[in-house]
């Protein structure tokens, strides 16, 4: 894939980051595409579900997986705003999927490459491809503005 491919689907992924910060949720987004096309996006949305386990990266493997009828995503790269989790990271080793690209790094609870490096652990059944970095500063200022208006909201 080319660097331009991969900044649009990341551009993509900041516009479903921007429609979870407009809803209350911490303003993650994700897409999923296959041979250059876009098979799901999503954004967090664990308050609005009422599930835990709803952020992004997930919603995105769940729609991937219903939209192509299999679960096991070969191929597919998954493009998220921020350094996923170790959930997330679990997620897409489960699902087989070649490749993940980030933006922001998660230096609290990054399972690709800040605190652990899950999806490159050779000890694993599965492996993939991780891109960190892309548009990171674009990533991090949705996160960084979404808390700040979020604090300033609660000393009033």
């Known amino acids: 894939m080319s660097d331009r491919t991969d900044i649009d689907f990341m551009a993509l992924a900041l516009e479903q980051a921007r429609l979870a910060a407009g809803a209350g949720e911490v303003p993650v987004g994700a897409v999923l595409a296959i041979e250059g096309e876009v098979v799901a996006a999503d954004h967090n949305r664990p308050i609005a579900l009422y ?12 729609r991937a997986a219903r939209n192509l009828r299999m679960y096991r995503l070969v191929g597919a790269t998954v493009y998220v705003t921020i350094e996923p989790c170790v959930m997330c990271i679990g997620a897409m080793l489960n699902a087989r999927i070649a490749r993940l690209v980030f933006g922001a790094a998660d230096d609290k609870a990054g399972a690709a490459g800040s605190v652990y490096d899950i999806g490159r652990d050779g000890r ?19 996160l960084r503005e979404f808390f700040r208006s979020r604090r300033g909201s609660s000393h009033n």
């Open 51 to 62: 599930d835990p386990s709803a952020h992004a990266e997930i919603l995105v493997l769940r």
């Open 124 to 142: 694993l059944n599965h492996r993939f491809e991780i891109v960190s970095g892309l548009m990171a500063r674009e990533c991090g200022d949705i």
